[in-house]
C-alpha cells in the first residue's frame, strides 16, 4: 500500500498537470471564464482528504491554485501585448498628410488590385522642390497625390516635376469627393480642369482612383497620374 506521503505527492503532481494543461484551455474560453476555473479548482483543491493531512491538502490547494493563476497571467499577458501591437498605429484623423505620404506597414492605403499606394516620389519631389513645409501647416488642404505607379505611368521623375507642376496637385481648403464636378478647380499653382466621365473624375486627363482619405490638416485623393498644365 502506498504511503501517505507518495500518495500526496502523486495528487500533487496531479494538480500540476491540470494546471499546466489549463493555460491551454483558459486561452480559448477567456478570462472571464478562466476566473471561474481558477474558484473551482480552489474549491476542488481544498475539499478533504480523507486520511491526508490538513498540510498535504493546503500543498495541493497551492498547486492548482499557482497552476490556474500562471493559465490566467499567460492569458492577460498576450492580450495586453496584442492591444500595445494595435495602439502603435496611429488613427488616420491623426496624421498630418506628410505622415500619410510616408506611411508604411498598417498606415499605407490600398487602392483595389493596384494594392498598397507608397509616395516615395511624390515625397521626393516635394522635399527637392522645397514644398514639404507646405503639407505640414495646419491647413486645412487638399492634396491629388499621384503615387509611385502614377509617377511612372506619367513618366515622371522626382527630378522632373517642377514646383509649378508640384503646385497643380494642392488645394487651399477642402475638396471632398461629394463636391467632385465639371469645373475648373483652384490650386496653389493654378486651374486645372475637373471633369466626370464615364472612366471617373480626372483633373487634367488625370483619373482620381481613390477619393476621401481624410486626415488632421485636410483630405487626399489618390491620383493615377501625375497632372501636368
Known amino acids: 500500500m502506498p504511503s501517505k506521503m507518495s500518495s ?13 494543461k489549463a493555460c491551454t484551455a483558459f486561452s480559448a474560453i477567456g478570462a472571464s471564464s478562466a476566473q471561474h476555473a481558477v474558484e473551482a479548482n480552489l474549491r ?22 499557482l497552476g490556474s493563476l500562471a493559465a490566467v497571467a499567460t492569458l492577460g499577458s498576450a492580450r495586453a501585448a496584442k492591444r500595445g501591437g494595435r495602439a502603435s498605429v496611429m488613427p488616420r484623423a491623426a496624421m498630418m498628410l506628410n505622415e500619410q505620404l510616408a506611411g508604411t506597414g498598417p498606415s499605407t492605403i490600398t487602392v483595389g488590385k493596384d494594392g498598397p499606394s507608397c509616395f516615395s516620389n511624390l515625397i521626393e519631389a516635394l522635399k527637392a522642390q522645397g514644398l514639404t513645409s507646405v503639407l505640414d501647416g495646419p491647413g486645412p488642404f487638399t492634396i491629388f497625390a499621384p503615387d509611385d505607379k502614377a509617377f511612372a505611368a506619367s513618366g515622371v521623375s522626382p527630378a522632373s516635376a517642377s514646383a509649378a507642376v508640384l503646385k497643380l496637385h494642392v488645394v487651399a481648403g477642402i475638396v471632398m469627393q461629394k463636391d467632385f464636378k465639371n469645373q475648373e478647380l483652384t490650386t496653389i499653382g493654378g486651374d486645372v480642369t475637373m471633369k466626370k466621365g464615364r472612366m471617373g473624375v480626372s483633373l487634367n486627363g488625370q483619373i482620381i482612383k481613390k477619393p476621401d482619405i481624410q486626415l488632421k490638416n485636410g483630405v487626399l485623393h489618390i491620383m493615377a497620374g501625375v497632372i501636368t498644365p
Open 8 to 20: 500526496v505527492v502523486m495528487l500533487a503532481a496531479a494538480a500540476a498537470y491540470a494546471g499546466s
Open 44 to 65: 476542488l483543491a481544498q475539499q478533504p482528504l480523507g486520511s491526508a493531512s490538513s498540510s498535504a491538502t493546503t500543498a495541493i490547494a497551492g498547486v492548482c491554485a
